[in-house]
T-cell receptor, first 113, second 114 residues
Framework: EAGVAQSPRYKIIEKRQSVAFWCNPI?????LYWYQQILGQGPKLLIQ????????DSQLPKDRFSAERLKGVDSTLKIQPAKLEDSAVYLC???????????FGEGSRLTVL | AQSVTQLGSHVSVSEGALVLLRCNYS??????LFWYVQYPNQGLQLLLK??????LVKGINGFEAEFKKSETSFHLTKPSAHMSDAAEYFC????????????FGTGTKLQVIP
């Protein structure tokens, strides 16, 4: 069974530029999560999808971050414009029927200069 | 609202010694509790989980954790540390029912000294 795929693994941009991250969850998993992990901290939930609907985006900075999950499969997270404090690892995870059991991708590390 | 608190951002143990990583939770409904492990430059991997039933749960790599409702705790233990256990460990909580929102603690980095 293929795991959660994320790309790119690494991205370096300057502040005020834009960036997009892509995630392909495990086949059949209805729930998809985007977490932000700043160095030395635990993952913080940015947005959670159930199929292609948003169930929680309370911590997503909506003035600069956006996310979509078209057709209930893969998802894209966009940041525009980026700030220095957006430097972090962006983790995508998916889950199926087993409550709370998340399968994570390797993450996308963003450095904003 | 749900949350977890992990005591100690860094823990050092000698190889062969007991590993104890502490986690306390807060939840307004019966919780589901998890421990995840993260190796450098990798995503998180599930170590073990408690949902219902037996309060002592066993996970991969010899780890186990005990759900204590009276203490709102879910501490992670391993009788004998191995060098390969060096990693960062995250406690997490999800409320039973609802949309499976999972909230993570701030993590504990385990160092194993030879």
């Amino acid at each position: 069974e293929a795991g959660v795929a994320q790309s790119p693994r690494y991205k370096i941009i300057e502040k005020r530029q834009s960036v997009a991250f892509w995630c392909n969850p495990i086949s059949g998993h209805a729930t998809l999560y985007w977490y932000q992990q700043i160095l030395g901290q635990g993952p913080k939930l940015l947005i959670q999808f159930q199929n292609n609907g948003v169930v929680d985006d309370s911590q997503l900075p909506k003035d600069r971050f956006s996310a979509e999950r078209l057709k209930g499969v893969d998802s894209t997270l966009k940041i525009q414009p980026a700030k220095l404090e957006d430097s972090a690892v962006y983790l995508c995870a998916s889950s199926g029927l087993s409550a709370g059991e998340l399968f994570f991708g390797e993450g996308s590390r963003l450095t904003v200069l | 609202a749900q949350s977890v608190t992990q005591l100690g951002s860094h823990v050092s143990v000698s190889e062969g010694a007991l590993v104890l990583l502490r986690c306390n939770y807060s939840s307004s409904v019966p919780p589901y509790l998890f421990w995840y492990v993260q190796y450098p430059n990798q995503g998180l991997q599930l170590l073990l989980k408690y949902t219902t039933g037996a309060t002592l749960v066993k996970g991969i790599n010899g780890f186990e954790a005990e759900f204590k409702k009276s203490e709102t705790s879910f501490h992670l233990t391993k009788p004998s540390a191995h060098m390969s256990d060096a990693a960062e460990y995250f406690c997490a909580v999800s409320e039973s029912g609802g949309y499976q929102k999972v909230t993570f603690g701030t993590g504990t980095k385990l160092q194993v000294i030879p």
